[in-house]
């Protein structure tokens, strides 16, 4: 993981549009988009870890409506 931490410090941000889809860890998720990426949004959904498995019909509807 430290080489991991000391290379993540080299990259760019990421610049094509990204989604984070998150329960638990929704700030987290949030934060680390915010700060690594251009164009980014996190939706928060009402779930534990396993989102696609704990909200399948609100994973989909957040993929579709970001990938159109």
């Known amino acids: 993981f ?3 931490i000391n290379d993540q410090k080299t990259y760019g941000k990421v ?3 990204t989604l984070g889809l998150a329960g638990p860890g ?3 998720v949030n934060g ?3 700060t ?4 980014a949004s996190t939706v928060k959904l009402n779930t534990g870890h396993f989102i696609a ?3 399948p ?3 989909i509807k957040n993929l579709q409506q970001f990938f159109r």
Do not use: C, I, K, R
Not at 36 to 39: D, E, G, L, P, Q
């Open 53 to 55: 498995e704990e909200a």
């Open 36 to 39: 690594y990426a251009t164009n």
């Open 26 to 28: 929704y700030g987290w």
């Open 57 to 59: 019909e609100d994973t």
């Open 15 to 17: 610049s094509v549009p």
């Open 2 to 4: 430290t080489q991991d």
């Open 32 to 34: 680390f988009l915010s």
